[in-house]
């Protein structure tokens, strides 16, 4: 509000609250304006303003929206499912995250053949979330140029590996990068690198991730601008201790100086025993991304659903590829993960919450409006 105007956006004082900043839960008001994070001492100093309406928190509770980098679908939806209508599924999936604490996400397709990239991409378009959904960062394209070895649930007859050595083998599978935030692969395969470099000059996050490199070739392509893996100790080499592999990229010397290489986590309870979990928080605490891998079933009863090009059997907690024992993605939500995370790490509440809203953002690159709950930052939904 500013004295002499007669129109102005209503400032909303969030009361009586512990809020997440700087790394520490900090009991102070929160002043939210236009869907923006607003320093009070310039509202009632610079603008004589004051609070619209008040909310008391009652010793709640506020942190940034989490983000989640790796989601296959769920409520039913599943993203590499072609349809008429693929962003009506993505608005219900973003409208029923909310609920979970997730304000943000980059919508994953597994492995598929051409034919449904080229029908799925163009209908997902980056957008802000608010009141009637979590915003879409772009899409995750997990596979196809992915191992066969580390395949997990992904098939493998629409697996591709890299022809030309170049974008043509992208363009070729996907049609096209608009959209597209991340991107995983493995980077034992011929030609990949070229790709990681390519990938990354668009703006591309690349993620390592289903395959079976060794610490060698994963530490080329984080030299090549590679900086995220793909839900870590799952679907790569296990660590030896002589070749550690994908793993030993938490601990590598090779990694140049100011640079981060971040990695999903999913804490479901099932995918990573607890012991595992706190010895990549502990190698590597700042880099650690909690990921759903959220499929169709999160949400639903037990029983048969897909994840792409695959029949899933959910048992319990348990997602599998029908008729084998292979996990395929999750049925866990957000906050599960984070409640799940907290425990088994034996961490502090507020680095639980900053591997779900912090460390994504900065992995996207995005720490200068999300994650954070600093002034300016964005608030449409984190509130």
């Known amino acids: 509000w500013r004295r002499g105007q007669e129109r102005y956006s209503p400032v909303t004082q969030f009361t009586q609250c512990r809020v997440l900043r700087e790394h520490r839960l900090q009991r102070e008001d929160l002043w939210v304006r236009d869907g923006r994070i607003l320093d009070p001492e310039k509202l009632f100093f610079d603008e004589q303003g004051y609070a619209d309406q008040r909310v008391d928190c009652e010793g709640s509770i506020i942190a940034p929206g989490f983000i989640d980098v790796q989601i296959n679908g769920g409520y039913g939806v599943d993203f590499s499912q072609p349809s008429e209508d693929v962003s009506s599924g993505v608005s219900f999936v973003s409208q029923k995250i909310l609920q979970h604490g997730v304000t943000s996400f980059c919508p994953t397709l597994v492995t598929s053949p051409p034919g449904v990239y080229h029908k799925v991409l163009p209908q997902v378009k980056v957008h802000d979330g608010g009141a009637q959904g979590a915003g879409v960062l772009g899409v995750h394209l997990e596979g196809p140029f992915i191992s066969a070895e580390k395949k997990g649930a992904h098939p493998e007859r629409f697996l591709r590996?890299?022809?030309?050595?170049?974008?043509?083998?992208?363009?070729?599978?996907?049609?096209?990068?608009?959209?597209?935030?991340?991107?995983?692969?493995?980077?034992?395969?011929?030609?990949?690198?070229?790709?990681?470099?390519?990938?990354?000059?668009?703006?591309?996050?690349?993620?390592?991730?289903?395959?079976?490199?060794?610490?060698?070739?994963?530490?080329?392509?984080?030299?090549?601008g590679a900086s995220f893996i793909t839900h870590l100790f799952n679907a790569m080499l296990p660590f030896h201790h002589r070749d550690p592999g994908i793993v030993g990229l938490l601990t590598s010397d090779q990694v140049p100086a100011g640079r981060t290489v971040y990695y999903g986590m999913i804490a479901d309870g099932i995918h990573t025993n607890p012991a595992a979990l706190r010895i990549a928080h502990r190698a590597h605490p700042s880099g650690l991304v909690l990921v759903t891998d959220a499929i169709a079933a999160m949400g639903l009863p037990p029983g048969r659903h897909t994840l792409g090009q695959q029949v899933i059997e959910i048992q319990g907690l348990h997602a599998y590829v029908a008729g084998t024992k292979t996990l395929s993605g999750s049925i866990a939500p957000m906050d599960m993960c984070v409640r799940h995370f907290k425990h088994a790490a034996g961490c502090s509440l507020e680095e639980a919450l900053e591997a779900a809203s912090l460390h994504p953002a900065q992995l996207l690159g995005l720490a200068e409006r999300k994650g954070t709950l600093d002034f300016g930052s964005d608030a449409g939904q984190d509130a």
């Not at 990681?196 to 668009?202: A, F, G, N, P, S």
């Not at 703006?203 to 030299?223: I, K, P, R, Y």
């Open 161 to 224: 590996t890299f022809q030309s050595g170049g974008i043509e083998d992208l363009m070729e599978a996907y049609g096209s990068l608009d959209n597209v935030a991340m991107v995983t692969l493995a980077p034992e395969l011929a030609g990949s690198q070229s790709v990681v470099r390519e990938l990354c000059r668009r703006g591309v996050t690349v993620s390592l991730g289903h395959s079976v490199a060794n610490l060698s070739q994963a530490e080329e392509a984080v030299l090549h």
